[in-house]
Every structure is written in C-alpha cells, then in structure tokens.
C-alpha cells in the first residue's frame, strides 16, 4: 500500500533536524520503500511517498523523528485502484 506523509518542523527544531537529516539521509527503515521526498523551498514542511506493507514500519519511521517534526500519514490510492474502486460504486 502507497502513502502519503506530510511531515512539519517544528520552528525552534529547524536546526536540529537539518542537522540529523545531513548526519542520516532521513531514509525508511527495512519495509518501506520511499518512492519520493519533496520539501517545500521556502519553508519547514513536505511530503514523501512510500510503500509498505507493514504499517508498523512506517509507525517507526516517523516516530524516529516526532520529536522535531508533526506528520499526518495518510494511505493512498492511485488512478486505477480510484477507477476500480468508481467502477463498483457507481454500478
């Protein structure tokens, strides 16, 4: 399953997370497979998107880092999952 996670920094943690992001690449742990990671140009937030099976991975992925950052993990669908999903609905 694909998700979506938008993750904030915390303004007086900005310089503790860029720091262990430099020190550690901020990657998934064994599990998750991060698809993309996008930051906003101008400004403490972003989004990744990551696929995993195991939704206690992505648990410990962003819990390694909620102590600088807030996150909302959202699970997604793509365009042909959304069209099988429409195809049964809206019979």
């Known amino acids: ?27 998934p742990p064994a599990g998750v497979t991060m698809l993309g990671r996008w930051h906003r140009a101008a400004g403490l937030a972003g989004f990744v998107l990551c696929e995993s099976s195991n939704a206690e991975a992505i648990g410990n992925w962003v819990y390694e880092w909620n102590d600088l950052l807030n996150f909302e993990v959202i699970p997604v669908v793509d365009d042909e999952q959304v069209s099988r999903i429409l195809s049964r609905v809206l019979k």
Do not use: H, Q, V, W
């Open 1 to 27: 399953m694909k998700f979506m996670i938008t993750y904030e920094i915390r303004p007086e943690n900005r310089s503790a997370s860029g720091k262990r992001f430099l020190e550690t690449g901020g990657g």
